[in-house]
Nanobody
Framework: QVQLVESGGGLVQEGGSLKLSCVAS????????VAWFRQAPGREREFVAS????????SYAASVKGRFTISRDRGKNTVSLQMNSLKPEDTAVYFC???????????????????WGQGTQVTVSS
């Protein structure tokens, strides 16, 4: 059974950094598209970043571009999200998602992802 498990969330002050990790079991990230989404209280879940298939092309939401970096460690079967210059509006539950059949034009589309983690809370205080 495929499982995605996120870790690395926590409480950080504005301007600080956190690194989230997503580890997969019964699933290999090397050929998959993996993305991070987030959901703030009272808001819909939204796309944050993705890394596309083996080629590793990345995509970011405008709100995090230049501050967040998604990367893949093939040896550890892990995808990470380095978050710098955090803002209070980054506060949310962050979810890892994966798909083996993604197309580039749909990387921001939630329903295209087959597997999801349970999420990890990120709280940024002002």
């Amino acid at each position: 059974q495929v499982q995605l498990v996120e870790s690395g969330g926590g409480l950080v002050q504005e301007g600080g950094s956190l690194k989230l990790s997503c580890v997969a079991s019964e699933f290999t990230f090397v050929d998959a598209t993996v993305a991070w989404f987030r959901q703030a209280p009272g808001r819909e879940r939204e796309f944050v970043a993705s890394i596309f298939r083996r080629e590793g092309r990345t995509s970011y939401a405008a709100s995090v571009k230049g501050r967040f970096t998604i990367s893949r460690d093939r040896g550890k079967n892990t995808v990470s999200l380095q978050m710098n210059s955090l803002k209070p509006e980054d506060t949310a539950v962050y979810f890892c998602a994966a798909s083996r059949t993604m197309i580039w034009s749909a990387v921001e589309t939630q329903r295209m992802y087959n597997y999801w983690g349970q999420g990890t809370q990120v709280t940024v205080s002002s």
